[in-house]
């Protein structure tokens, strides 16, 4: 069973940035892409970005593109995701979810109907 783990949420003032990671662990797939994804308060869960089983392939939902960065570290087994310029709208349940792979060259995906393994989520809140 492929387990997730976030970490590196937390309460950040408005212009602020924090670096969420997923801890990728247990019996882990040949290929997975990873997504994280952010449920706001009384609002579905979305998809911010993700990252292909190579790290060659970033998507980013218009919200996140220009301020947030995803990146992988295999050797490591985590995934990041940097976010800047943070904003209210932000605030949310960050979750991130894996999407096992037939081939390397796959992509990724921001549905969540894609992926088959979920952390539990960090909390970030933008506030002053």
């Known amino acids: 069973q492929l387990q997730l783990v976030e970490s590196g949420g937390g309460l950040v003032q408005p212009g602020g940035s924090l670096k969420l990671s997923c801890a990728v662990s247990?019996?882990?797939?040949?290929?997975?892409?990873i997504g994280w994804f952010r449920q706001a308060p009384g609002k579905e869960r979305e998809g911010i970005s993700c990252?292909?089983?190579?790290?060659?392939?970033?998507n980013y939902d218009d919200s996140a593109k220009g301020r947030f960065t995803i990146s992988r570290d295999n050797a490591k087994n985590t995934v990041y995701l940097q976010m800047n310029s943070l904003q209210s709208e932000d605030t949310g349940l960050y979750y991130c979810?894996?999407?096992?792979?037939?081939?390397?060259?796959?992509?990724?995906?921001?549905?969540?109907?894609?992926?088959?393994?979920w952390g539990k989520g960090t909390l970030v809140t933008v506030s002053s």
């Open positions: 979810a894996a999407d096992p792979l037939l081939l390397p060259t796959m992509g990724c995906s921001l549905r969540n109907y894609d992926m088959d393994y």
């Open positions: 247990g019996f882990t797939p040949a290929y997975y892409a």
């Open positions: 990252i292909s089983n190579n790290g060659t392939e970033t």
